[in-house]
């Protein structure tokens, strides 16, 4: 008879656990603007140009992008449209 007694109150002892924390962080970025025509009214006015980043995070801190998107407003109307990497270099500097 071998039994060992124990306390109801001490605890037996764990296996090792981890705590991971990750998640999603938006980040928004002002690029510099750019003048051409609106499509929405026709001006030939400066349009601000901005980049949103969707960032994996691994305890807070950015690990990777996992994906990107920017968007074009115009200084005159307000509209504003989204434009891919390409549209976005094509417009004049």
Do not use: D
């Not at 124990?6 to 090792?16: L, M, S």
């Not at 006015?45 to 901005?50: A, D, R, S, T």
């Not at 109307?77 to 270099?89: D, E, N, P, R, V």
């Amino acid at each position: 008879m071998n039994r060992v007694f124990r306390h109801p109150w001490v605890e037996k002892p764990r296996k090792a656990e981890m705590l991971l924390l990750f998640g999603l962080k938006t980040v928004l970025r002002a690029l510099p603007g750019r003048y051409s025509a609106c499509r929405y009214c026709g001006q030939y006015v400066e349009q601000y140009l901005e980049e949103r980043a969707s960032k994996f995070t691994l305890f807070f801190i950015p690990v990777f992008t996992m994906s990107r998107a920017y968007r074009i407003t115009c200084s005159n109307c307000g509209q504003q449209s989204s434009l891919s990497k390409k549209g976005m270099k094509a417009l004049p500097r």
